[in-house]
């Protein structure tokens, strides 16, 4: 473990760091701060969704007939827990849950028109809450802070 020895401000409260300063997790703990009060005020009070369902929708946007099998696997969340979640967003009518015409065995999950039309909106109000939690960095440290958090993703155990 490398240790980070530039100069850290006093947390609120006049806390500090000590030895968090050296683990990844306090440190997207921290940074989950502000992004989670951005997500909140943004998307989930004005939409009611949380990350999950968001995260659902704007996959689906992205990628047509998507099969909860890999849904499941994207989302690392077990098929019980995500029957759950799209039961909840098609109680919405956000999406459809059909039979596969090259194999009936194989459901197809999709966005309704209505589901299209809330995750355009989406697109949109995600610059704005992004520009919010991201404003104080250049978009060079963006793209490296991005770059950095996909190559830890990429490493993940299924």
């Known amino acids: ?15 500090e760091h000590g030895e968090m300063l050296n683990l ?10 502000p992004t989670n009060s951005a997500f909140k ?13 968001f995260t659902t929708l704007m996959l689906l946007k992205e990628n047509q007939n998507l099969t909860p099998k890999r849904l499941s696997i994207a989302l690392n969340m077990p098929a019980s827990n995500l029957t759950l979640l799209l039961d909840r967003i098609e109680k919405r009518k956000l999406i459809l849950r059909n039979q ?14 209505s589901g299209i039309k809330l995750t355009e ?7 704005v809450m ?18 950095l958090l996909r190559k830890i993703a990429r490493h993940r155990k299924h």
């Not at 909106?121 to 610059?127: G, P």
């Not at 992004?130 to 770059?147: K, M, R």
Request: proline share 4%.
């Open 1 to 15: 473990m490398k240790s980070r020895k530039a100069p850290e401000p006093k947390l609120l409260g006049q806390l």
């Open 24 to 33: 990844l997790g306090y440190h997207l703990a921290q940074a989950s701060i």
């Open 41 to 53: 005020r943004h998307i989930s009070d004005a939409h009611q969704l949380n990350k999950l369902e």
């Open 100 to 113: 596969s015409s090259e194999d009936r065995r194989v459901q197809n999950i999709s966005l309704t028109p």
């Open 121 to 127: 909106k989406l697109k949109k109000i995600c610059s």
């Open 130 to 147: 992004e520009e919010d939690v991201l404003s104080h960095i250049t978009n060079a440290e963006q793209e490296i802070l991005f770059e």
